[in-house]
């Protein structure tokens, strides 16, 4: 790239830089972001865009789930694992393994990425300080929960200490008992809860399609109203369904947008959050 060319890139960016400093971003790193690895280091290219949100005044919360690295550590185990309505069906074997893989495998790597470029970044998970307050969702599911409240004091105390929160997704209950959370819903209660300006997904797709076979069906921009009607006929299906129901509460409780992203693009939040175009899916309050 020329000097030119990046000097017509940092005029680009330097409205919306004004526009979010100091506004509270959440931004959901999912496992099959990490997993989906190809031709470059996903993790460290994201650590990369949070850093420099940060050093520009944005107030990035990550909140991370790992799916894939539950897989491989069941597998590893021979503990056997199903899904029902795209939710994990926890029994205690299992809640074990999402503490030990959230908690101990994939929290610390992220935070590990991010200070490796700014020592900004600290770990906790939603049984801390009962981040994520529960209460389980069906007996059927085992210790899967339903977020009750999101007690915001700690994130919001790293926020005004000029720290970058790294949430995993297990929550608790008032008794301690400890329950698998999904990360798309605790990553919408969370913006929610600190009245974010944007919550960003980032996974292994583009965004959401017409047609989930047809590349050029790319929605790039959706109504939560327009996005109910999706659901009910079956073009947003299985593991989607949290992830845009997620969005749709966000939204609905007064977050400004959400986002879908595919994850394994270089630099995709910055080019989601600082060029005129941006990409993927962008989910609003209205038409």
């Known amino acids: 790239m020329s000097s030119l060319s990046t000097a017509h890139v940092l005029v680009e960016a330097l409205p919306y830089i004004r526009r979010f400093a100091g506004k509270t971003v959440v931004v959901k790193f999912g496992g099959n972001a990490i997993a989906g690895t190809s031709d470059h280091d996903a993790l460290s290219l994201f650590a990369e865009d949070i850093v420099l949100m940060h050093t520009v005044g944005i107030r990035p919360v990550v909140v991370h789930g790992g799916g894939p ?25 299992t809640m074990e393994v999402v503490q030990m893989v959230l908690n101990g495998q994939v929290n610390p790597q ?53 720290l970058v929160p790294v949430l995993s997704t297990v929550g ?29 997904y ?17 929605i790039q921009r959706i109504s ?17 369904i949290p992830k845009i129901e997620s969005c749709m509460q966000a939204v609905k409780g007064g977050v400004k947008s959400a986002h879908i992203l595919d994850g394994r693009i270089a630099h995709v939040l910055l080019l989601e959050l600082f060029t005129d175009q941006g990409v993927g899916t962008m989910i609003t309050g209205v038409n």
């Open 69 to 93: 690295q539950i897989n491989d550590m069941l597998t590893r185990l021979n503990i056997e694992s199903s899904f029902s309505n795209g939710l994990r069906v926890t029994d205690a074997a």
């Open 110 to 162: 992220i935070v590990s990425a991010i200070n490796t470029h700014g020592n900004v970044a600290v770990g906790l998970s939603g049984e801390d300080g009962r981040t994520l307050q529960c209460v389980p969702r069906d007996p059927s599911l085992g210790f899967v929960g339903d977020i009750e409240r999101v007690r915001t004091h700690v994130i919001e105390g790293l926020l005004a200490d000029g």
């Open 172 to 200: 608790v209950d008032v008794h301690g008992q400890p329950y698998n959370v999904n990360a798309d819903t605790a990553a919408g209660a969370i913006a929610e809860a600190l009245s974010a300006e944007k919550i960003i």
């Open 202 to 218: 980032l996974t292994d797709i583009a965004g959401l399609r017409k047609n989930i076979d047809d590349a050029s069906s790319l």
């Open 224 to 240: 939560v109203s327009d996005l109910g009607g999706l659901i009910a006929d079956g073009t947003i299906s299985g593991g989607m």
